[in-house]
């Protein structure tokens, strides 16, 4: 696919495929143009050329706010929250749009599976979401994205200005809705070591083009993304 802000080509022939129950990362710096990417799949980006398909189905006939019901969803960088809604209200609308395909008892009992990955949630139920501590939003923003029950979920920088202690328990989750629900995960994180740790596959971007792809056992072998991204360059001194 190629996107453009204008004369700006932002993606350029980017091409990735996620496999059925994967979870493929995508790394890349800042600028890179892995929040366009994420953006362009779930419709909030037009696309110059190229497609986006789900299960062989084009995306690109489909408003934005369809594709809930076709098994996506997008869980923003920065979370997004609805501040002035409570905790659960966030929840009730992350289901709207999947609202023909699932009844009352199945949303209430998503809900509940939710509030067994993320406890806090449960207690914070009434609690308006803007008074959230920064990684409860997160819990929030990502339980609001699975309520919808989707095959595929598209997560922006979950690890974002977090401390690492939350850091770890956003991945564990992350794992286990992999592991539990088979769920399809694209994974766009800066935290190359932990995105690797979970992914089987991954992509690094840079200036709009994927310049290495491949399992991501062997990405964390890889001497460009060592030293880029893993924090394995060496210092010398003479």
């Given at each position: ?155 922006d920088e979950p690890s974002l200005g977090l401390a ?75």
């Open positions: 696919m190629v996107v453009a802000y204008g004369a700006v080509e932002a993606l350029k022939g980017v091409s990735l495929e996620i496999p059925s129950g994967d979870v493929v990362a995508v790394l890349g710096a800042n600028g890179a143009g892995k929040t366009t990417l994420l953006k362009v799949i779930s419709g909030l980006m037009s696309i110059k050329s190229g497609s986006v398909r789900l299960m062989g189905e084009d995306l690109s006939k489909f408003p934005p706010h369809k594709l809930a019901g076709l098994g996506m969803a997008h869980i923003p960088e920065g979370r997004k929250v609805f501040a002035t809604l409570s905790v659960e209200e966030n929840l009730n609308l992350g289901a709207w749009g999947v609202r023909k395909q699932l009844n009352a008892r199945q949303i209430q009992e998503t809900k509940e599976w939710i509030f067994t990955l993320f406890p806090i949630l449960k207690t914070r139920r009434k609690q308006l979401a803007g008074t959230l501590s920064g990684g409860e939003q997160q819990m929030l923003a990502i339980g609001r994205g699975l309520i919808c029950k989707p095959k595929i979920l598209l997560l690492p202690i939350l850091v770890q328990e956003i991945f564990k989750v992350i794992r286990k809705i992999h592991e539990e629900e088979k769920v399809s995960i694209l994974l766009v994180e800066q935290n190359a070591r932990k995105a690797l740790s979970i992914a089987n596959h991954g992509y690094i971007l840079e200036t709009g083009k994927i310049v290495i792809n491949g399992p991501a056992a062997e990405l964390k072998e890889n001497e460009h993304v060592k030293a880029a991204y893993l924090g394995g360059a060496k210092l010398q001194t003479g």
